[in-house]
């Protein structure tokens, strides 16, 4: 009887036709994609990813101020960086931040620059860096191109983007947090647990977010999330009586809870029309062209 000899052994990532051979001195990741392909102008990151950072300078230059709110996280931020606690007023142990991760941060920004909006803008833009760069290969992995290029150069060339990462808060950190909180899952890495932490501790929705994250986390990532979210939620009880921002329960006493219906003002722009009248907030219309974006994607 003829034995057929056995075939190689192949080592690695199996290559299909959708990920050839990368030329020599171009390695391939676990995923089949080239590590160099953020370079490639024809890609979904480069040139976006150069737009964005003009979109922010220009946003830099023309708003020479922070959102007001921002000087809230400041002024706590100063406080604590000068011995004082992490405080608005010394003694007053009132939670008027809505971001204890983001308070900190910026305590650390007052200790090494002395300058809040430096810090925080230069923080955001790194942020939008990381947000762009793990969105856009995200989808380009498992959506295709063309989906990534829409996110990516939307990301960076809508103005209210950039607006809000030069605003001082920590909405452009808290977003870099779930793409790279996404990244985290998909590639098992070891950081998941940390990270998914995080960016619970970042906002009160930070933690439906990573919740989210934490189903196709493993179980080891979301014990180490729950941890750490466990962790600060303890402190902040100590120190301020309660885990919620005070600021939190201060709005929904003053504009009411008028539920899931009267309350649609809320969510109606995820809509792609309106349940009624249209909200006349400015941030509420600025959110318009994410309609038309989720509701084709």
């Given amino acids: 009887m003829k034995i057929r000899p056995a075939s190689k052994a192949v080592h690695g990532p199996r290559r299909s036709r959708d990920h050839p051979a990368a030329p020599p001195g171009q390695e391939v990741s676990l995923a089949g994609h080239r590590t160099d392909a953020w370079r490639d102008p024809r890609g979904p990151i480069l040139v976006p990813l150069v737009l964005l950072c003009a979109a922010r300078a220009i946003a830099w230059i023309g708003l020479p101020m922070a959102s007001e709110d921002a000087y809230i996280t400041f002024r706590y931020a100063r406080s604590l960086a000068t011995g004082h606690g992490l405080v608005y007023n010394p003694g007053e142990w009132v939670m008027g931040f809505s971001s204890p991760a983001w308070a900190l941060w910026n305590a650390l920004g007052y200790v090494l620059l002395r300058d809040p909006i430096l810090w925080s803008r230069a923080t955001s833009l790194l942020a939008d860096i990381v947000t762009l760069v793990c969105m856009g290969r995200l989808l380009e992995r498992h959506a295709g191109r063309a989906s990534a290029w829409c996110f990516t150069f939307f990301f960076a060339a809508w103005p209210y983007f950039s607006a809000v990462s030069v605003s001082g808060m920590e909405c452009s950190a808290m977003l870099a947090l779930i793409a790279l909180g996404a990244t985290l899952v998909e590639r098992r890495s070891r950081a998941t647990g940390a990270g998914l932490g ?56 003053l504009y009411g809870t008028p539920g899931p219906w009267q309350g649609r003002y809320w969510w109606n722009w995820l809509l792609p029309f309106s349940l009624g009248e249209w909200p006349s907030v400015g941030d509420f219309n600025l959110t318009v062209p994410l309609t038309v974006l989720w509701s084709a994607s």
């Fill in 198 to 253: 995080l960016l619970a501790l970042m906002r009160p929705e930070g933690a439906a977010s990573a919740a989210v994250l934490a189903l196709g986390a493993r179980g080891r990532d979301r014990l180490v999330a729950l941890g750490l979210l466990f962790a600060g939620a303890v402190a902040l009880a100590l120190a301020y009586g309660s885990p919620l921002p005070h600021s939190l329960t201060a709005k929904a006493r």
